[in-house]
């Protein structure tokens, strides 16, 4: 069973920035992608970017493109998201999680392990 802890969630002024990570723990599979999910209140969980296991193939929604980037670092078994230009709107609580395999989905119901979450809150 794998085990995803998120940190690096707080209050940010607008424009500010924010590094996200999130730490794999327990039996990680030998190859899975990671995934970033965001959910507003009264919102449905939506996606936010997503790396493949070697790193080379990156998936990012509309809204955030040009502004946040995502990597990794297997050996440490861990997911960093970078937030940067940080509106209003992306106040949220962002979720980490893990799909086993090599294929970079965008799907949530794609991914079957989940961190608790980061709040995320973007003052104007």
């Known amino acids: 069973q794998v085990q995803l802890v998120e940190s690096g969630g707080g209050l940010v002024q607008a424009g500010g920035s924010l590094r996200l990570s999130c730490a794999a723990s327990g039996r990680t599979p030998s190859s899975y992608a990671m995934g970033w999910f965001r959910q507003a209140p009264g919102k449905e969980r939506e996606f936010v970017a997503a790396i493949g296991w070697s790193g080379s193939t990156t998936r990012f929604a509309d809204f955030v493109k040009g502004r946040f980037t995502i990597s990794r670092d297997n050996a440490k078994n861990t997911v960093v998201l970078q937030m940067s230009s940080l509106k209003p709107e992306d106040t949220a609580v962002y979720y980490c999680?893990?799909?086993?395999?090599?294929?970079?989905?965008?799907?949530?119901?794609?991914?079957?392990?989940w961190g608790q979450g980061t709040q995320v809150t973007v003052s104007s």
């Open positions: 999680a893990a799909a086993q395999g090599v294929i970079v989905w965008t799907e949530r119901i794609r991914y079957a392990y």
